[in-house]
Nanobody
Framework: QVQLVESGGGLVEPGGSLRLSCAAS????????MGWYRQAPGRQRELVAD???????SYSESVKGRFTIFRDNAKNTVSLQMNSLKPEDTAVYYC?????????????????WGQGTQVTVSS
């Protein structure tokens, strides 16, 4: 069984910073792409940033230059450093990882999600 556990959300003033972290655990054979998504009230979940196992990153236009995604492959963790936060960054942030587990019949690859962590940017 695989679990993703997030931490680091909270309340911050505009212009402030937060770091989100996500750790994958369980019967993991391999972790491929990892990413962060967010969902604001009344809006669809959207991709914020993702990173391949080789370290290639991509960002949504709205966070480019302000957020940085990075990972530790040895620890199966992914983090999101968020700087210059704006009120429109307020949302529940979710970690997602593409994870391979070994079954008796071979590898099984699936997407796993964390439980979400609230980020609120407000004065």
């Amino acid at each position: 069984q695989v679990q993703l556990v997030e931490s680091g959300g909270g309340l911050v003033e505009p212009g402030g910073s937060l770091r989100l972290s996500c750790a994958a655990s369980g019967s993991i054979f391999r972790v491929d792409a990892m990413g962060w998504y967010r969902q604001a009230p009344g809006r669809q979940r959207e991709l914020v940033a993702d990173i391949t196992s080789g370290g290639t990153t991509s960002y949504s236009e709205s966070v480019k230059g302000r957020f940085t995604i990075f990972r530790d492959n040895a620890k199966n963790t992914v983090s999101l450093q968020m700087n210059s936060l704006k009120p429109e960054d307020t949302a529940v942030y979710y970690c997602k990882a593409e994870i391979a587990t070994y079954t008796g019949k071979g590898l099984y690859i699936s997407d796993y999600w964390g439980q979400g962590t609230q980020v609120t940017v407000s004065s």
